[in-house]
């Protein structure tokens, strides 16, 4: 038996061990030894990931207790089947702790590796709707090397910094109130919707000199800001019309791109939502804003009747050549646990920062929404197939241009964790000949 499994034992072999301390410790055993190792052994055996089976192996099993699954793990023969055991009791104490949802959520619970992680749960409605309408659900055989192989409900994650970074979860009614999730609830009964609209709102580009010393380049100190000077109404038009579209469409959340509202029209924005049916959520990039001497770049989640229940603030800057974004950045990645799933506001780069992608990877996030300002989207499809695999995500990407005349057709678009009718991954692109990405799940 090797060290890291015996030292498992010891965590185990505590008084009074229940089901979430077991999960947390079995989560972080495999993140310690690395699953790759573990699953290696297991093809070895011709034994699959997806095909072991659960211990207890029913949750109405009266005869389970952590003593039980302890006992388990003491009667393997060899370090293969040892890991074998921890992947069953894992899979088991999954099913377990729904029965327990309320009572360990909040808890702070020490890891195998010292750490500390909270259980959260997945939710992942939207994959179960493809798996309830018989259709295969993208991404569930592509899992190994991830532990959503082995847990659909439940994941350990991160209660301490990580790397400067915090990954904090806001449940219902910490973020919004009831009423939010019950329209989310009613929208989804049928069809659930979203709608992605590239605004194309002119933008103006500020530069000011880093300071640099004697034999650097030039660097410059990038911010930008919406020409409302130039067109003022024919921007507002245009929010306007992304509302009616989607009202009109039913769609339960609006996704407008990275700096394509100005300070002075979020007002304008939440008026225009106000009475309105749908959408229930918009999320939308705002211009950067001033802090102290130096500036933002935001995101603002608007519900119904424009309340104001979030703020992202970027947690990278956009970087080329000699120029970056003069911004502070955000430390916090958040996750605002809903009926529908687990939605996780991003500002494009973030959706493929590496460091934030880890992040992401080791949180519940599963419904990704990111305004974006770029001239392409390949690295944030790349990432959205990756998040797809590890978190069973949808991404939805609202992008434009710099320019205000490009349209560039492809770079909006929304990954979703199923197949169609044709057995084809489910993506969704904008074309030139619309106005709006509209994405259903049925």
Same mark, same amino acid.
């Given at each position: 038996?090797?060290?890291?499994?015996?030292?498992?034992?010891?965590?185990?072999?505590?008084?009074?061990?229940?089901?979430?301390?077991?999960?947390?410790?079995?989560?972080?055993?495999?993140?310690?030894?690395?699953?790759?190792?573990?699953?290696?052994?297991?093809?070895?055996?011709?034994?699959?990931?997806?095909?072991?089976?659960?211990?207890?192996?029913?949750?109405?099993?009266?005869?389970?207790?952590?003593?039980?699954?302890?006992?388990?793990?003491?009667?393997?023969?060899?370090?293969?089947?040892?890991?074998?055991?921890?992947?069953?009791?894992?899979?088991?104490?999954?099913?377990?702790?729904?029965?327990?949802?309320?009572?360990?959520?909040?808890?702070?619970?020490?890891?195998?590796?010292?750490?500390?992680?909270?259980?959260?749960?997945?939710?992942?409605?939207?994959?179960?709707?493809?798996?309830?309408?018989?259709?295969?659900?993208?991404?569930?055989?592509?899992?190994?090397?991830?532990?959503?192989?082995?847990?659909?409900?439940?994941?350990?994650?991160?209660?301490?910094?990580?790397?400067?970074?915090?990954?904090?979860?806001?449940?219902?009614?910490?973020?919004?109130?009831?009423?939010?999730?019950?329209?989310?609830?009613?929208?989804?009964?049928?069809?659930?919707?979203?709608?992605?609209?590239?605004?194309?709102?002119?933008?103006?580009?500020?530069?000011?000199?880093?300071?640099?010393?004697?034999?650097?380049?030039?660097?410059?100190?990038?911010?930008?800001?919406?020409?409302?000077? *130039?067109?003022?109404?024919?921007?507002? =038009?245009? @929010?306007? +019309?992304?509302?009616?579209?989607? !009202?009109? $469409? /039913?769609?339960?959340?609006?996704?407008?791109?990275?700096?394509?509202?100005?300070?002075?029209?979020?007002?304008?924005?939440?008026?225009?939502?106000?009475?309105?049916?749908?959408?229930?959520?918009?999320?939308?990039?705002?211009?950067?804003?001033?802090?102290?001497?130096?500036?933002?770049?935001?995101?603002?989640?608007?519900?119904?009747? *424009?309340?104001?229940?979030?703020?992202? =603030?970027? @947690?990278? +800057?956009?970087?080329?050549?000699? !120029?970056? $974004? /003069?911004?502070?950045?955000?430390?916090?990645?958040?996750?605002?646990?809903?009926?529908?799933?687990?939605?996780?506001?991003?500002?494009?780069?973030?959706?493929?920062?590496?460091?934030?992608?880890?992040?992401?990877?080791?949180?519940?996030?599963?419904?990704?929404?990111?305004?974006?300002?770029?001239?392409?989207?390949?690295?944030?499809?790349?990432?959205?197939?990756?998040?797809?695999?590890?978190?069973?995500?949808?991404?939805?990407?609202?992008?434009?241009?710099?320019?205000?005349?490009?349209?560039?057709?492809?770079?909006?678009?929304?990954?979703?964790?199923?197949?169609?009718?044709?057995?084809?991954?489910?993506?969704?692109?904008?074309?030139?000949?619309?106005?709006?990405?509209?994405?259903?799940?049925?």
């Amino acid at each position: 038996m090797r060290k890291a499994q015996k030292k498992l034992l010891a965590r185990l072999r505590r008084p009074r061990l229940d089901d979430a301390t077991a999960f947390v410790l079995l989560w972080t055993y495999f993140d310690s030894v690395g699953l790759s190792d573990v699953e290696s052994s297991f093809i070895g055996r011709s034994l699959f990931p997806q095909k072991i089976d659960p211990f207890p192996l029913r949750t109405d099993d009266a005869g389970y207790d952590p003593a039980a699954g302890l006992a388990e793990l003491e009667s393997a023969l060899d370090a293969s089947q040892f890991d074998q055991k921890v992947a069953a009791w894992l899979k088991g104490l999954d099913a377990l702790l729904v029965r327990q949802k309320g009572t360990f959520e909040h808890c702070a619970i020490l890891g195998f590796d010292r750490k500390r992680y909270r259980v959260r749960q997945r939710n992942q409605y939207i994959a179960s709707r493809f798996a309830q309408r018989e259709r295969e659900i993208e991404g569930s055989q592509k899992q190994s090397l991830s532990l959503t192989a082995y847990c659909r409900n439940f994941c350990a994650v991160p209660a301490e910094l990580i790397r400067g970074f915090r990954i904090r979860s806001l449940g219902p009614t910490q973020w919004g109130d009831r009423s939010v999730d019950d329209r989310l609830r009613v929208a989804a009964k049928e069809s659930l919707r979203f709608l992605c609209w590239p605004l194309r709102s002119k933008l103006i580009k500020h530069r000011d000199r880093a300071e640099t010393r004697p034999g650097d380049n030039d660097h410059w100190l990038v911010r930008l800001t919406v020409d409302t000077e *130039g067109g003022a109404e024919a921007h507002r =038009r245009e @929010l306007a +019309r992304a509302v009616e579209a989607a !009202a009109r $469409e /039913r769609a339960a959340i609006l996704v407008l791109p990275e700096l394509s509202t100005a300070t002075k029209d979020v007002e304008f924005l939440r008026s225009i939502l106000t009475g309105r049916q749908y959408p229930i959520l918009t999320i939308a990039g705002i211009e950067h804003r001033r802090r102290g001497k130096s500036y933002v770049n935001e995101a603002v989640l608007l519900g119904p009747h *424009g309340k104001l229940l979030h703020t992202h =603030r970027k @947690l990278t +800057r956009y970087k080329v050549r000699n !120029a970056i $974004e /003069r911004t502070l950045t955000g430390k916090t990645l958040t996750v605002l646990e809903s009926v529908i799933g687990n939605i996780c506001p991003l500002i494009c780069l973030d959706l493929f920062h590496p460091e934030i992608s880890a992040l992401v990877r080791s949180s519940h996030a599963n419904i990704l929404l990111t305004p974006s300002l770029s001239p392409t989207t390949t690295a944030h499809q790349n990432a959205a197939k990756n998040y797809l695999n590890t978190n069973l995500a949808t991404t939805l990407v609202s992008n434009r241009c710099f320019k205000s005349r490009e349209r560039k057709e492809k770079t909006t678009f929304a990954l979703l964790p199923g197949k169609d009718d044709a057995n084809n991954t489910i993506w969704r692109h904008f074309e030139l000949t619309a106005d709006y990405l509209l994405v259903v799940v049925e």
